[in-house]
């Protein structure tokens, strides 16, 4: 079982730039695909960045290309997202998520997702 833990949330003011980290605990990490989403609130969860086992191949979703880059340290059991030119439609609870499906490098879908985090809050200003 994988433990993840968000951190780096927080208020910012538009075109800013905020680091999240995600801490997992256990010796496999490195076994685990990782993704972040996020939740606006009365918005359904949705998609933001993978990175796949070796962090080799990342995905975005079209609305963070160019500005967000999900990153990982299989060393330090932990995955980053950073995220630059914040917008205000960026404000939303982020979750980082553990994936342990050997079909496809990279997912993108929630409920192929085995672990979830308890979340961070980013707030960004207009």
């Known amino acids: 079982q994988v433990q993840l833990v968000e951190s780096g949330g927080g208020l910012v003011q538009a075109g800013g730039s905020l680091r999240l980290s995600c801490a997992a605990s256990?010796?496999?990490?490195?076994?685990?695909?990782m993704g972040w989403f996020h939740q606006a609130p009365g918005k359904e969860r949705e998609f933001v960045a993978a990175i796949s086992r070796s962090g080799l191949t990342t995905y975005y979703a079209d609305a963070v290309k160019g500005r967000f880059t999900i990153s990982r340290d299989n060393a330090k059991n932990t995955v980053y997202l950073e995220m630059n030119s914040l917008k205000p439609d960026d404000t939303a609870v982020y979750y980082c998520a553990a994936d342990r499906h050997p079909t496809s490098v990279v997912d993108t879908r929630g409920f192929l997702y085995d672990y979830w985090g308890q979340g961070t809050q980013v707030t960004v200003s207009s």
């Open positions: 256990g010796r496999t990490f490195s076994m685990y695909k």
